[in-house]
């Protein structure tokens, strides 16, 4: 076995992507997106995303780029609802799980606990999360679709420990 100084399989460095190098500069907070019923709902699905915006307003908004074909994206539609949650340091292998670059035996969803809130499922012990009810959608903006949620429910709880992800890799928040 040989140990890399990288990844072994990551692209060479002249065959990346320009804007998607520019969009792991800026780096960003790490959130979960959840949505659907109690466990065993067919319709629950989640998704880490880091591509968001909050907009403030009357109403506040939240916006942000999903992969088109994640299960999320299909999901949120049916529901018209999602939880927007922060995740912290200790979420690394929940993300990666619910991110579909690590295992999760038996679903993501079993990595931890959950309660049913009206917008879908919050992963318990989360501090800072919002309901969001979905507004409108733009298909093909880049290669993902525009999600454009209203906000109908704020909590806002201590931000220790962040977990924010950039170029390629989860640092703390406030790491560079």
């Known amino acids: 076995m040989t140990i890399h100084s990288g990844h072994p399989f990551a692209e060479p460095e002249s065959r990346r992507d320009p804007l998607r190098r520019l969009r792991g500069r800026l780096g960003g907070a790490v959130s979960l997106w959840t949505t659907g019923g109690a466990e065993g709902d067919a319709g629950r ?13 009357e109403p506040g908004r939240v916006l942000a780029l999903l992969d088109p074909d994640a299960e999320l994206a299909g999901s949120v539609l049916d ?14 292998d929940l993300a990666d799980a619910f991110a579909g ?17 009206e917008w879908g499922p919050l992963l318990d012990g989360v501090t ?14 880049g290669w993902s679709t525009l999600l454009d949620c209203t906000v109908e429910h704020v909590v806002i709880g201590p931000d220790e420990e962040a977990l924010a992800h950039r170029r390629g890799r989860y640092v703390r928040a406030g790491e560079r």
């Open 45 to 57: 699905a989640g998704l880490t995303v880091t591509s968001l915006m909050v907009a403030p307003g």
């Open 79 to 92: 529901t018209g609802t999602a939880v927007v949650q922060l995740l912290r340091w200790d979420h690394r």
């Open 101 to 117: 670059v690590a295992p999760a035996p038996g679903g993501a969803f079993r990595m931890g606990r959950w309660q049913q809130t």
């Open 128 to 141: 800072c999360w919002a309901g969001v009810r979905v507004a409108a959608t733009h298909e093909e903006v």
